[in-house]
């Protein structure tokens, strides 16, 4: 089932190329070179991610989307942001989608939602100077273009820090890091072809258990400046 959702991701991605060739060589066919630098950050639930990604866009001065994607994405469909939210970041049947869609106008299809959050993801990208957080955004992003981060943590340090910072209960957090987790991996198998823990997909994988929001934020800025050291800053 991945390839349909393959194909269609390409087909998102060329026609958003298509609408911006005019800016390029219209024979180009490695269109990165055309996109301003940016940054993706993947990351597991506790581990830190949202804050150290709004901290790295901060220092730099990038515009940072989170959940911005989700109002861009409803602004576009017309949706409410409630409906977005409900798929958002989640793996869904087809069966399911169509059965959903007969009997409520309102249901976002995977479809609409995908090519939504390709045309989205794309254009921020392709402006640059942005961080981007989640939503599979490495995966739909050209690798040179972009430093791709996963920030992770142990699971009992992840653990500690939900109880901690969002007040939960240890059943209560270790319910929520597992649905979050369940939701995340998922999206990414179903929609990507892939597994979102893999290593190779990202060019840092940062573990946060030693190190405090400025000391991450810090190391992911040296990464983006190396990456981007040959004039593209």
């Known amino acids: 089932m991945h390839h349909i959702y393959e194909r269609l991701i390409n087909r998102f991605m060329r026609e958003f190329w298509l609408k911006h060739r005019s800016e390029a060589d219209s024979g180009e066919t490695d269109y990165a070179q055309h996109f301003r630098p940016f940054i993706t950050v993947s990351r597991e639930p506790g581990s830190g991610g949202r804050p150290i990604a709004q901290l790295v866009a901060k220092k730099l001065k990038f515009r940072f989307y989170d959940n911005q994607i989700i ?5 576009s469909t017309k949706l409410r942001r409630s409906i977005v939210e409900a798929v958002d970041e989640k ?12 009997f409520n106008p309102d249901y976002l299809s995977d479809v609409d939602y995908m090519r939504e959050l390709c045309k989205v993801i794309l254009s921020v990208a392709y402006k640059g100077n942005a961080v981007i957080v989640g939503h599979g955004s490495n995966f739909i992003t050209p690798n040179s273009a972009g430093l791709h981060v996963r920030i992770t943590a142990p699971y009992r340090v992840r653990l500690r820090r939900s109880m901690k910072y969002e007040n939960l209960s240890l059943e209560a957090a270790k319910k929520r890091l597992k649905e979050i987790e369940t939701d995340r991996t998922t999206f990414v198998k179903q929609y990507f072809a892939k597994d979102i823990n893999e290593p190779k997909y990202y060019d840092l994988t940062l573990n946060t258990t030693f190190y405090n929001l400025d000391q991450s934020a810090h190391l992911i800025i040296a990464a983006f400046k190396l990456k981007f050291s040959r004039g593209t800053m």
Request: hydrophobic share 45%; net charge neutral.
């Open 71 to 75: 109002s861009d994405i409803a602004k």
């Open 91 to 102: 793996g869904r049947g087809l069966i399911a989608d169509m059965i959903h869609g007969l």
